[in-house]
């Protein structure tokens, strides 16, 4: 073998050096070919990339191992323009993806070697690879291979390659690499080391080179596989093949093991047994009842004249709405509850079952569907473990549909501070340290007792992410039955890739939950209890702690779903004690009882598409953030008026243990990103890519609205005064991280024309305005104080911001005071309570709450923002504030209850339950 060619530092994952490598073989065969026209054909190079695609090849189908040894006998027999022409055609199908497709030798799905028409049938198969690991020679390998071969049948709609590893650690590279694998046969008794030289590959594996097992048995090694296949992947089927006693195997291996299979049993079983547990995870139980039920005839005389279409179609007026979205939408709108169908709100059929499914893919313990988005879902929960006066840690800058639910459970919210970023005119998040400190404080003041809740966003909306881990064993240690809230409404996707599941809600709930469960930790607890030792005071007592984790997920923005759909995700161990009913009271409050089917069937559908391309679209998504950071960061012209923001901007040294500050480095080449999510207190998820824009001398909201939308319609996630927020998904492809980058290379071309254009008064005022935006940036304001009339607990965290809200609903006790007039006011020594929520657009999120000290940090900030949409303040009135009279009264709920109708008679209960 050649030394293999050093991989090319922009790849940020194998599946990206696997194309690249695969262009550079057809550039390096085209050269040959143009070469042996000049007599002198020089084979080193392509030698080279064969070699390095010999290792990547070994872990996939196709092209696969056999497609590189025909490569090389080409090569052998100076075949160079049948080479060029073979590597091209494997190029096409590996990009297109049409060696998926069912018109494809099946044997090693190779190119067909004549040309044949594609036409892809309704029945077409659904293409995935089986892994089979198994200390095989290359004869038996083929043997195996036709056996399976010969037993499927022509007519399946499911149809598999079997790729063979023969190592523990080709095992792992294969599982981690290949997205086509659906299922895993082991066969006990594998080596562990590869025989392969990884060189090449070595800095996309660095979870399977620090894997030490090469000291444990054969026997082992296979069931070892087969639960780290499930940690890794855990939407995978796996099978063990063995000849030992099942009482030789644990009890967690044979968990994670889908069935368990003896060498004489018939290879049918085990065929039947993959294609069975594939078509479990492709059901889609509402869709499916919905697609039926849609062609059934049937007679509407209920709601909805739209059913079925009928006051559409026939309409001479309205019938163009029909015609733009087709009959199957009208036959799928009903509001029937039965024939084949359910019901949301109780649920015993498909949706049920749909739900259930979820609950699996996304590793909770329940799991529910909501089709009014995650702002309901998130008032959903706070409702249901929320009673009047608890109190709820919560992040200042939070959706607002936390606030608004605070308001209706009347619960005391205890504002946390995230770090900001004052340069950016963003926020970062809240920091464990923070966290404590709060909880310590109120242990102080004897309201412990009182804390119900932690409620924190992760990720935010600029894609900072939380060691969820770190922050709930550390609350955990202080209140060891806090519950848990993880707004998740852009982390749907995460669950994935290991490398975002890890800091995830439900996968951390269930490892928490193991490992306090676990004899392990108890004696470990006990030892250090024993000995006195401070560490056991960071530690939660195993006695004591429950986990109670809830995560809202808007599978929407992330994943494929309707507008609106929205997932409750559940891994609580008292639910059914405490919650299940009160979850179930507060479901029915705020869930419609017409939900949308489109949504609800969307959200079935989507949770099969992440359960077999998850991994992969995840992956890909990435890969197409990181092409974009690189390109923009090494055009010159791009440089000159846009950055993008790294991890080293966003989140500040003291909270990045690894040191890596970048993703991307010019020179280097893609950093190691697992190491920084597997140590850090915050990361940055890459997707989110914040494109830093105050060089331009333009405002997020001007830039978003002159360029990116008027002139190329790119519609982009959030604006910040001096930046602009992208965000790559699973459906963003090649094209649109091109197209994006053209539209940028426009836009700075335009800026570089319109520059030179200006005279000398107009340069100097967008200079004024670029230092204004990089320079002169208004401070950022943390949350002040509640008004001593909401505190609950004088000197203690955590406002009656109820009592505040529903105070405001009597005109007299508010009046407005102009922005202008307000620090003039704070001079003077008059204190200024705001008695509405306040969120201007850009940032979205509340700077002001009901019952809020209005200070001058906030004041200074509201000045300077320029910004047009600002919720809850009038330009022409000012802002609202409450009155001395109103703050003077010492029960102002109380007055207001009593004054609010005094001419009218009030039930002893509804009375008592205001006045409370």
């Not at 009890?251 to 018939?266: A, C, G, P, V």
């Not at 909770?364 to 959903?380: D, V």
Request: hydrophobic content about 35%; overall charge neutral; aromatic content about 10%.
């Amino acid at each position: 073998m050649n030394t293999p060619i050093k991989h090319d530092k922009d790849c940020f994952n194998i599946s990206q050096l696997r194309i690249n490598t695969w262009n550079s073989l057809k550039k390096s065969t085209q050269r040959l070919v143009k070469s042996k026209l000049d007599k002198k054909p020089s084979k080193e190079e392509v030698i080279s990339y064969l070699d390095n695609l010999t290792v990547i090849e070994d872990y996939w189908s196709f092209p696969g191992r056999e497609t590189i040894r025909t490569l090389r006998q080409m090569l052998e027999r100076k075949e160079y323009t049948a080479l060029n022409n073979y590597v091209t055609e494997n190029i096409r199908m590996l990009v297109s993806e049409s060696y998926r497709e069912d018109n494809i030798d099946k044997k090693g799905r190779q190119p067909a070697t004549k040309k044949v028409a594609v036409t892809k049938q309704a029945n077409s198969e659904n293409y995935f690879e089986v892994l089979l690991v198994d200390n095989l020679n290359p004869k038996e390998e083929e043997e195996v291979k036709d056996r399976f071969r010969a037993i499927r049948g022509s007519s399946e709609k499911l149809t598999y390659d079997l790729l063979t590893v023969t190592t523990f650690q080709d095992a792992l590279i294969a599982s981690l690499f290949n997205y086509n694998i659906q299922a895993c046969v082991i066969r006990y008794g594998v080596p562990f080391k590869s025989k392969n030289d990884l060189r090449y590959i070595s800095p996309y594996i660095s979870r399977v080179l620090t894997q030490s097992y090469e000291h444990e048995t054969e026997l082992d090694l296979g069931l070892i596989i087969g639960n780290l296949i499930k940690v890794f992947r855990p939407e995978l089927d796996v099978y063990y093949v063995t000849d030992t006693a099942v009482s030789e195997i644990d009890d967690n291996s044979l968990n994670n093991f889908r069935r368990i299979f003896y060498r004489k049993e018939d290879i049918q079983e085990l065929h039947l047994s993959i294609i069975r547990g594939v078509q479990e995870r492709y059901t889609t139980p509402f869709y499916s009842a919905l697609r039926a039920y849609s062609q059934k005839p049937t007679s509407v005389f209920h709601a909805m004249p739209i059913s079925r279409g009928n006051s559409v179609f026939k309409s001479g007026w309205i019938k163009d709405f029909g015609d733009f979205y087709g009959r199957n939408l009208f036959l799928a709108e009903t509001s029937a509850t039965t024939g084949g169908l359910d019901s949301l709100l109780q649920p015993t059929g498909p949706i049920k079952e749909a739900q259930e499914l979820a609950s699996k893919a996304y590793g909770s313990e329940h799991t529910f569907f909501a089709t009014n988005g995650t702002s309901t879902s998130n008032k959903i929960v706070v409702q249901a473990l929320i009673e009047p006066e608890d109190l709820v840690l919560v992040d200042r800058d939070c959706h607002k549909s936390h606030h608004y639910g605070l308001v209706l459970a009347g619960a005391y919210p205890v504002y946390l501070d995230s770090y900001s970023l004052e340069r950016y005119s963003m926020y970062g998040a809240v920091t464990t340290k923070t966290i404590t400190d709060k909880l310590l404080q109120l242990k102080a003041a004897g309201k412990l007792h009182k804390v119900k809740m932690l409620l924190l966003t992760n990720c935010t909306f600029d894609g900072v992410v939380y060691n969820v881990e770190k922050v709930m064993e550390a609350a955990l240690a202080i209140k060891p039955d806090i519950i848990f809230l993880w707004d998740e409404a852009w982390f749907a996707f995460a669950r994935f890739t290991y490398i975002y599941k890890q800091r995830t809600a439900m996968f951390v709930a269930d490892k928490l939950k193991k490992k306090y469960h676990s004899q392990e930790y108890k004696d470990k607890y006990a030892a250090l209890k024993t000995a006195k030792d401070p560490v056991v005071n960071q530690m939660p007592d195993p006695n004591e702690v429950k986990v109670r984790v809830y995560s809202t997920q808007s599978t929407h923005k992330t994943l494929s779903a309707f507008r609106q759909g929205s997932m409750i995700h559940i891994h609580d161990e008292e639910f059914k004690r405490k919650a299940e009913d009160s979850f179930s009271e507060a479901y029915m409050t705020h869930t419609t009882t017409s939900p949308n089917y489109q949504i609800l069937a969307s959200l079935d559908v989507g949770r099969r598409q992440v359960q077999f391309e998850g991994f992969e679209m995840v992956e890909k998504s990435i890969e197409m953030a990181m092409i974009l950071r690189v390109k923009i960061n090494e055009h010159p012209l791009l440089r000159k008026y846009f950055d993008i923001l790294t991890v080293r901007d966003i989140i500040p040294e003291d909270y990045r243990k690894s040191g890596i500050g970048n993703y991307y480095d010019a020179d280097t080449g893609n950093s190691n990103m697992e190491s920084a999510w597997a140590t850090d207190e915050f990361v940055l998820d890459p997707t989110k890519i914040n494109l830093f824009i105050g060089k331009t001398g333009m405002d997020g909201d001007t830039f978003k609205n002159r360029y990116l939308m008027d002139q190329f319609g790119i519609q982009i996630n959030k604006t910040s005064r001096n930046s602009v927020l992208f965000m790559t998904n699973i459906g963003t492809t090649r094209g649109s991280v091109t197209y994006l980058i053209g539209a940028l290379l426009k836009i700075a071309k335009q800026l570089d024309e319109e520059n030179e254009a200006l005279n000398t008064e107009e340069a100097k005022l967008v200079q004024a305005q670029i230092i204004s935006l990089t320079e002169d940036v208004p401070p950022l304001p943390h949350f002040s104080n509640f008004h001593s009339s909401f505190q609950a607990v004088p000197g203690v965290p955590g406002g009656d911001i109820r009592a505040a809200y529903f105070l405001a609903y009597r005109e007299e006790n508010c009046t407005y005071i102009k922005l202008s007039e307000t620090l003039q006011a704070l001079e003077e020594g008059r204190e200024l309570v705001s008695s509405s929520f306040v969120i201007p657009y850009p940032p979205g999120f509340p700077i002001l709450v009901p019952g809020q000290v209005v200070s001058k940090g906030i004041l200074e900030f509201f000045i300077k923002l320029d910004v047009s949409e600002i919720h809850g303040y009038r330009p022409d009135l000012g802002l609202k504030i409450f009155t001395k009279e109103a703050l003077d009264r010492k029960n102002p709920i109380e007055v207001n209850a009593v004054k609010k109708l005094p001419s009218q008679k009030m039930k002893p209960k509804l009375k008592k339950s205001i006045l409370k």
